[in-house]
Structures are given as structure tokens and as C-alpha cells.
């Protein structure tokens, strides 16, 4: 079955796709063979983490098409990088004879929400940005600024008091899944339930009109953000503006030459007369 389960995975973008005893929880089967394989996921070294409680959720499902989600968490096997994971038990008939497990496609998610770095092609300009938060606040896709420009982005995160260790891992993994904080007036409202367009200072401490929504995904709160630097964004309203006030200047200008040319025309008669 090695060749199938490969070709899925590699088809359709997976990390990892895992086979589990629901009795004991072992591993018995991954693509690749990392840390976790053999492992118990009840009382293995890896049944604290965030794919033990998928296992757990999803041998209790009794609706066999029902599948558990969990968010993303640190997940040693991987290097310790930030994963999420996705599982449904396996049915034969009535009866349950294990659990079919995936680890999420951080990078199809994050060509998703990057738009394949081409963010000035769908009209995120030269600041703009779309990206997930989870309830912890933190990023679920790449940040943009790390990836187009990671010496200023790193300068940032100092400027902003992120603490060491977190800038550290950051570029350890070269990455700000779980790990980039965005606290801001917009993912709180978000996180709340609400969806708005406002501005405010992003996590750059930058304002930025941001429109946001709240995303329920299989009982994960996340939410979903969508913003541009404020200066960019109304540039051509500030042009227009601009245009508009030097046109009326140039107009009041040109109206106060007109009016003098005529008055000195009127009045020089009159004076004519007078003498």
C-alpha cells in the first residue's frame, strides 16, 4: 500500500499520512518514518501532543463520516516545527479497526494565503497582506515581510519587543506559524465573531486598512485578515486631493490676473474722465 498512500500524499500535498491502532495507539504506518512511528500515541513519548488528541477525537467518532481537526502546536517529530492535524477512524463494516491520520500542508495553505508571492498581482499593492490567526493570536500562513524582506522584518520584531527566544525560533524555522504574534484592535474583533473594515496599527505598529472576518473551521476559532499599508491604500485619493487643491489654486490664480486686467480696464475710463 506504500506506493498508493505515497502518490496521495505527494498528489495532494501532505506532510505526513499516518495509520494508527485505535486499541493502542501505535503508529503502525507513515510515509516517512519520522520520530513518531511505532510510537504509542496513548502512552508513547508523543501522547501529550496536539496528534495524540486528534487520535483521541477521532476514535470516539462513531459517524463514519465524521473527521476531528486540531490546531496547530509545536510537533517534535517535525523538527519540533508547528503542525496540525487531521484524523478519522477507520470502518470494516460496523466495526473500527484503526484511524487514518494526515499532517497538514503547511505549504499549500501558505500558496493559498500568499497568493504565490504574488501579492501585487491580486492587488495587495506593495505593502499588502492576507493571512490567519488562530485563537492565540498567532499566524497560521507566512508573513509577507518576512519572506520579501527578513533583515527589516527581524528589526521589526526587536523595535516591537518580541522577546528573543520567539525571534530566535522564528528564524530557526524560518517561519511565523504559531510563533508571530498579531494582537491587534482588528484580530481581537475578529477572534470575537466580527467582521468589519477599519483601520488601525498592525503588528508592525504601521496603520493599515484591514478588512477581517472570523473563520469556524471544525471547532477551531480562527480568523482571517486581509490589509494594506493606510498611506498605500489611499494614495490616489491623496493624489486626487492634491490634483484638486493645485487645480483650485491655479484656478483662484488665474481668476484674481483676470479680475485686476478687467478692473484696470473698467476704472481707466473713469479716470480719463474725472481729469
Given at each position: 500500500?506504500?506506493?498508493v ?28 518514518k ?18 495524540a488528541?486528534c ?7 462513531k ?16 523538527y ?9 477512524p477507520?470502518?470494516d463494516?460496523?466495526?473500527?479497526i ?6 497538514m500542508p503547511?505549504?499549500?495553505?501558505n ?27 498567532t499566524?497560521?500562513?507566512q ?17 516591537i ?6 525571534i ?5 524555522y524560518?517561519s ?14 475578529a ?6 473594515t ?10 493599515v486598512?484591514?478588512?477581517f ?10 480568523a482571517?485578515m486581509?490589509?494594506i ?7 490616489h ?14 484656478l483662484?490664480?488665474?481668476l ?12 481707466k475710463p ?5 481729469v
Amino acid at each position: 500500500y506504500h506506493p498508493v498512500i505515497r502518490n496521495f500524499l505527494e498528489r495532494f500535498g501532505y506532510y505526513d499520512i499516518f495509520l494508527i491502532d485505535h486499541k493502542t495507539g501505535d503508529v503502525v504506518y507513515t510515509v516517512y518514518k519520522e520520530l513518531d512511528f511505532g510510537t504509542s500515541l496513548l502512552k508513547g513519548p508523543f501522547s501529550k501532543t496536539n496528534f495524540a488528541n486528534c487520535f483521541l477525537a477521532a476514535r470516539e467518532i462513531k459517524n463514519k463520516n465524521e473527521v476531528k481537526l486540531v490546531d496547530y502546536s509545536e510537533y517534535l517529530p517535525s523538527y519540533n516545527e508547528h503542525a496540525s492535524f487531521i484524523a478519522c477512524p477507520i470502518f470494516d463494516g460496523s466495526d473500527m479497526i484503526g484511524v487514518l491520520a494526515f499532517q497538514m500542508p503547511i505549504d499549500r495553505i501558505n500558496d493559498i494565503m500568499t497568493s504565490n508571492h504574488q501579492w501585487a498581482n491580486v492587488g495587495l499593492g506593495a505593502t499588502g497582506e492576507t493571512y490567519l490567526i488562530g485563537e492565540d493570536f498567532t499566524l497560521r500562513n507566512q508573513s509577507r515581510f518576512l519572506i520579501e524582506d527578513s533583515v527589516h522584518y527581524f528589526k521589526m520584531l526587536k523595535d516591537i519587543g518580541t522577546d528573543q527566544s520567539t525571534i530566535n525560533k522564528i528564524k530557526d524555522y524560518k517561519s511565523t506559524i504559531g510563533l508571530q504574534l498579531v494582537k491587534t484592535k482588528g484580530t481581537k474583533e475578529a477572534i470575537k465573531g466580527n467582521s468589519n473594515t477599519l483601520i488601525f496599527d498592525d503588528y508592525r505598529g504601521v496603520p493599515v486598512l484591514s478588512a477581517f472576518k472570523p473563520l469556524k473551521i471544525m471547532g477551531m476559532n480562527w480568523a482571517i485578515m486581509s490589509e494594506i499599508d493606510e498611506a498605500e491604500a489611499f494614495a490616489h485619493v491623496t493624489a486626487l486631493r492634491n490634483n484638486i487643491i493645485q487645480g483650485f489654486l491655479a484656478l483662484l490664480v488665474i481668476l484674481l490676473l483676470v479680475s485686476y486686467v478687467v478692473s484696470k480696464q473698467i476704472t481707466k475710463p473713469l479716470k480719463e474722465l474725472t481729469v
